[in-house]
């Protein structure tokens, strides 16, 4: 009942500081998996493992690659979604779709989606991101 709201709009609005993040996490942390009486009394993580729950950070990341995915791989009508620039094939060693970083000189630039996942996305396996 509680994830719904604390995932809301994820895609749009991803909180980068680090406050915001730990204030969204103790939602989790402090109220919502201590409902379940019999796992109060344990630590967080060890009532996420009960739970089979990972951390609403990994969640969010998880959803960003997700979203990448399919605008790499066009599930999205092409003028309607972002473009990123790939990384030519023989400047890297990766896959065929690692992504060029941009440089910013402003941080509404660097906290943006397309800045923010570029790392994340270029450091997955090749079999992750081929499909």
């Known amino acids: 009942m509680v994830r719904p709201h604390l995932e809301y709009s994820n895609s749009v609005w991803c909180p980068?500081?680090?406050g915001d993040n730990e204030n969204i996490e103790k939602v989790q942390k402090k109220r919502a998996t201590k409902l379940i009486i019999s796992l109060k009394k344990l630590p967080?993580?060890?009532?996420?493992?009960?739970?089979k729950l990972p951390t609403l950070k990994y969640r969010r990341?998880?959803?960003?690659?997700i979203e990448v995915f399919k605008i790499i791989h066009?599930?999205?009508?092409?003028?309607a979604s972002?473009?990123?620039?790939?990384?030519?094939?023989g400047s890297t060693g990766g896959n065929k779709f690692k992504l060029q970083k941009e440089m910013c000189r402003y941080d509404i630039r660097k906290y943006s989606f397309c800045y923010q996942?570029?790392?994340?996305?270029n450091s997955l396996?090749?079999?992750v991101v081929e499909g």
Do not use: A, H, S, T
Not at 74 to 79: G, S, V
Not at 82 to 89: A, K, L, R, T
């Open 16 to 18: 980068f500081k680090k």
């Open 44 to 51: 967080y993580g060890e009532r996420l493992r009960q739970l």
């Open 61 to 65: 990341l998880r959803g960003d690659m």
């Open 74 to 79: 066009k599930y999205y009508d092409i003028r």
């Open 82 to 89: 972002i473009n990123f620039n790939f990384n030519p094939v």
């Open 117 to 121: 996942v570029v790392n994340v996305w």
């Open 125 to 127: 396996p090749d079999y």
